[in-house]
């Protein structure tokens, strides 16, 4: 590419408060390619106690920041508000809790959307192909960067469930115990086929311009659709049904043809109206493909594990893994088959199918199922000597 004709770099959604970690310099990337003078996001809550033995890591899935709760430096709600702070299931007053953004974001960790510091332009398509592992040692250099050499407590959500099992991978013995959130362990074929056609409808919309738009010409139909298509799967059928029905929208706003008729898709549109202009395209694409291509099998040297014999080989004391029903995206068997893992290598596991018909973001939204066992585990490790 010219790059003396690359449009401006993309804005980096940065909030107040974020605070910056440096990567080892060079960071190699399991795929190939490096980085040079690269960094991670993070926020914090609570305080380190004197022994050094109440941290709680937690990893995000693929869009949210490191802004899991409010704070002084940032009062404004955090993605996971309602689990973590003061007297809350992730108690911020037993707990100094850290909240890292992934590598490949454009919320504060370096990704596409940044800036290569040795050329002067945005990475783009220049950013090394990503994978979960690569996240998975960013969090690590995270914890490296505030001195915290080991974990109370690993924490997963979603994708960030997938980083968390290859931190623990790559890392087996900085946690003495780990919550898995609608994890898993592997992409299987449905969730690579719905992220397929995502990133199918952000590189078709002609704006993307093979990863060189900018503001004035920005792929936003592509985003839009991949982020319905994103939203459809994270929620279930039984929530769809109940929550709009067959009802639809007054006759002035269903007055184009062949458009909106619907309230569903009204909120669909809404929802896709926010996504599109709080993260950058380019960065979706290649946390979606890591996503994909991660299998811990294939992380593993020996030939022939399954993934329960794998994750067997993890060094565990406690574990707390949580599925719903109704989660289509990352199905209830994927977090069995994790909790069967962890058992088998010797952590005393708890599993729990929580029935909410909330799918794939209930660990957002349905707070009341999935704070109690959280808060719970915690508390038991807490008094745990």
């Keep these: 590419c010219d790059t003396d004709a690359q449009p401006a770099a993309m804005t980096e959604y940065i909030s107040p408060g974020t605070l910056f970690a440096p990567l080892p310099s060079p960071f190699h990337f399991k795929r190939g390619g490096q980085l040079s003078g690269a960094r991670m996001a993070y926020e914090t809550w609570g305080s380190l106690n004197a022994r050094g033995d109440n941290a709680v890591l937690i ?16 009062p404004e709600k955090g993605w996971w508000e309602a689990m973590v702070g003061p007297g809350k299931a992730i108690d911020t007053d037993m707990w100094h809790v850290i909240c890292v953004n ?3 974001s454009c ?29 998975a040692r960013g969090a690590k250099a995270v914890l490296n960067h505030l001195g915290i050499e080991s974990l109370a407590c690993l924490v997963g ?28 362990a592997q992409a299987l074929p449905f969730s ?32 839009r659709i991949a982020r319905k298509l994103g939203v459809v799967t994270y929620r279930s059928a039984m929530e769809w049904d109940g929550r709009f029905g067959r009802v639809r929208l007054n006759s002035e706003v269903a007055s184009e043809r062949f458009g909106m008729e619907f309230e569903v898709e009204s909120y669909l549109e809404a929802h896709a109206d926010r ?6 395209p380019n960065c979706y694409l290649y946390l979606s493909r890591a996503m994909d291509w991660f299998d811990v099998c294939q992380s593993c040297a020996r030939d022939g594990d399954d993934v329960v014999g794998v994750l067997a080989t993890f060094p565990l004391q406690n574990a707390l893994v949580l599925g719903a029903t109704t989660d289509i995206l990352f199905p209830l068997h994927q977090q069995q088959q994790i909790a069967d893992g962890l058992a088998r290598g010797g952590a005393k596991t708890r599993f729990l199918a929580l029935d909410s018909h909330q799918g794939h973001d209930a660990f957002l939204v349905d707070i009341d199922k999935f704070a109690p066992p959280i808060r719970q585990f915690l508390d038991e490790l807490r008094n745990t000597p």
């Design 192 to 223: 690579i086929a719905i992220r397929s056609l995502q990133r199918e409808a952000i590189r078709l919309d002609p704006n993307w311009n093979q990863g060189r738009y900018d503001r004035s010409a920005y792929p936003r139909n592509g985003m």
């Design 59 to 74: 990893l995000t899935g693929l869009s949210p920041s490191a802004h899991a709760a409010s704070s002084e430096e940032n």
């Design 107 to 135: 919320k504060g960790s370096s990704g596409p959307a940044s800036m290569n510091l040795e050329t002067g332009e945005t990475y783009r398509l220049q950013f090394p192909d990503l994978s979960v592992e690569d996240c």
């Design 275 to 280: 996504f599109v202009d709080q993260f950058d």
């Design 102 to 104: 992934t590598l490949g």
């Design 157 to 184: 959500n979603s994708m960030g469930g997938m980083v968390a099992l290859s931190f623990l991978q790559q890392f087996p013995l900085v946690t003495r115990s780990h919550i898995n959130v609608s994890g898993s």
